[in-house]
């Protein structure tokens, strides 16, 4: 009788326990769910088998498309459809409604873009805590690249150039204003001219110089602006923004400050100080402030914000909240004009933008 009764009592402990494992490790599961998940999709996009089921396809026609043995196409294909990213109908697979979207041409991001830049980001996560990683403009090109594909939206989408054009026009109608009756504009570490693109495509008085430091991104630029027709309004400069000796040219200037690592910074906005014209404004996109509390810190903004200051404080940037970058750009000799935070985008790094001015004297 006894021995009944310790053998129950022993299994309702073991019960509790695995009840208690089972919670603990829900988080960590799902976890490693999104993690193969992604793995299948970046497998699915590298081997052709995503793009073959843009039209509806069984699985000869994908393997014949893709070289891929049929066994194999049809683990993928069955994989894919167990996470909702094809669609079975008899026997063909297409991409399912959602996916369809994401990967479409005029999609506000590249699929495969935002899966490469997320692959920068996370080795710099996985190697964040072990040593100081290379500064920002020390990354491979291919990194460097990827990452300038990767934060913003792509200029050849025209609701990404209308939400760039729409938010941006919101936030500082001044300059916008200014940019429609005809103005030169400056970005300072354009990357692959995301935004620049968007609004010179969108802005037709509008006129550029794009500067930036890494050869495969300022090449990737070069390409959009002959696809998207603006060619002939910006001038993309493979060049440290340092080196600017344009003076007192530029109406106004965009600094991406969040790529731009401690060392140099003030060397920067020095050149951007002398290259605008007095009056001339200044944008800077910023990064979200600190979260305030335990529990903001545990919602999506705050995780990212914490993970932000791994990956870029890993890269040497600097990870401001708006006082210190105003601290940063008054004491280059700019007036702050005003700091606007929109709700976040999780598709862009930049949190909200500082207009301020060269003022006149
Ligand atoms: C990734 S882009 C930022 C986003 C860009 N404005 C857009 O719309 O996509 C920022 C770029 O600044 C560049 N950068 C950093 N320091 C620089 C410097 N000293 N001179 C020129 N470019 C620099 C980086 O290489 C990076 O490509």
Same mark, same amino acid.
């Given at each position: 009788?006894?021995?009944? &009764?310790?053998?129950?009592?022993?299994?309702?402990? *073991?019960?509790?326990? =695995?009840?208690?494992?089972?919670?603990?490790?829900?988080?960590?599961?799902?976890?490693?769910?999104?993690?193969?998940?992604?793995?299948?999709?970046?497998?699915?996009?590298?081997?052709?088998?995503?793009?073959?089921?843009?039209?509806?396809?069984?699985?000869?026609?994908?393997?014949?498309?893709?070289?891929?043995?049929?066994?194999?196409?049809?683990? #993928?294909?069955?994989?894919?459809? +167990?996470?909702?990213?094809?669609?079975?109908?008899?026997?063909?697979?297409?991409?399912?409604?959602?996916?369809?979207?994401?990967?479409?041409?005029?999609?506000?991001?590249?699929?495969?873009?935002?899966?490469?830049?997320?692959?920068? =980001?996370?080795?710099? *996560?996985?190697?964040? @805590?072990?040593?100081?990683?290379?500064?920002?403009?020390?990354?491979?090109?291919?990194?460097?690249?990827?990452?300038?594909?990767?934060?913003?939206?792509?200029?050849?989408?025209?609701?990404?150039?209308?939400?760039?054009?729409?938010?941006?026009?919101?936030?500082?109608?001044?300059?916008?204003?200014?940019? !429609?009756?005809?103005? &030169?504009?400056?970005?300072?570490?354009?990357?692959?001219?995301?935004?620049?693109?968007?609004?010179?495509?969108?802005?037709?008085?509008?006129?550029?110089?794009?500067?930036?430091?890494?050869?495969?991104?300022?090449?990737?630029?070069?390409?959009? +602006?002959?696809?998207?027709?603006?060619?002939?309004?910006?001038?993309?400069?493979?060049?440290?923004?340092?080196?600017?000796?344009?003076? @007192?040219?530029?109406?106004?200037?965009?600094?991406?400050?969040?790529?731009?690592?401690?060392?140099?910074?003030?060397?920067?906005?020095?050149?951007?100080? &002398?290259?605008?014209?007095?009056?001339?404004? /200044?944008?800077?996109?910023?990064?979200?402030?600190?979260?305030?509390?335990?529990?903001? /810190? &545990?919602?999506?903004?705050?995780?990212?914000?914490?993970?932000?200051?791994?990956?870029?404080?890993?890269?040497?940037?600097?990870?401001?909240?708006?006082?210190?970058?105003? !601290?940063?750009?008054?004491?280059?000799?700019?007036? #702050?004009?005003?700091?606007?935070?929109?709700?976040?985008?999780?598709?862009?790094?930049?949190?909200?933008?500082?207009? +301020?001015?060269?003022?006149?004297?």
């Amino acid at each position: 009788m006894d021995q009944d &009764r310790e053998t129950a009592a022993g299994r309702e402990a *073991l019960r509790r326990e =695995l009840l208690a494992y089972g919670a603990a490790s829900r988080t960590l599961n799902e976890w490693i769910s999104g993690a193969r998940a992604l793995a299948l999709l970046r497998a699915a996009i590298s081997s052709g088998i995503f793009d073959a089921a843009r039209t509806p396809s069984t699985v000869g026609e994908i393997s014949a498309a893709t070289g891929v043995e049929g066994p194999r196409v049809a683990d #993928v294909c069955l994989a894919l459809e +167990a996470h909702g990213v094809f669609e079975r109908d008899g026997e063909s697979y297409r991409l399912s409604e959602d996916y369809a979207a994401l990967a479409s041409p005029d999609a506000l991001q590249s699929l495969p873009d935002l899966l490469a830049k997320e692959r920068v =980001l996370g080795r710099a *996560l996985e190697s964040a @805590a072990s040593s100081q990683d290379a500064a920002f403009t020390e990354l491979t090109s291919e990194d460097a690249s990827a990452m300038a594909l990767g934060v913003g939206m792509r200029p050849s989408s025209p609701t990404a150039r209308a939400l760039w054009a729409s938010a941006l026009a919101g936030m500082a109608p001044e300059l916008y204003g200014l940019w !429609e009756g005809g103005a &030169r504009h400056l970005e300072i570490g354009c990357g692959a001219a995301n935004a620049l693109l968007s609004l010179l495509a969108t802005i037709p008085r509008l006129s550029a110089v794009g500067v930036e430091i890494d050869g495969g991104a300022i090449a990737i630029a070069r390409r959009r +602006a002959r696809e998207l027709g603006v060619d002939d309004r910006v001038e993309l400069r493979h060049a440290d923004a340092r080196d600017l000796d344009e003076e @007192a040219s530029f109406d106004s200037a965009n600094w991406s400050q969040q790529f731009f690592p401690a060392e140099g910074r003030g060397e920067v906005l020095a050149a951007a100080w &002398r290259a605008l014209k007095p009056d001339g404004y /200044l944008l800077a996109t910023m990064f979200g402030e600190p979260p305030g509390s335990a529990e903001a /810190l &545990r919602e999506p903004t705050g995780r990212s914000y914490a993970l932000d200051r791994l990956a870029y404080g890993g890269w040497g940037v600097p990870v401001l909240g708006v006082e210190e970058l105003r !601290e940063q750009v008054e004491g280059a000799g700019f007036e #702050v004009l005003r700091t606007v935070s929109p709700p976040p985008n999780p598709l862009m790094v930049s949190r909200g933008i500082m207009l +301020a001015r060269r003022p006149k004297t």
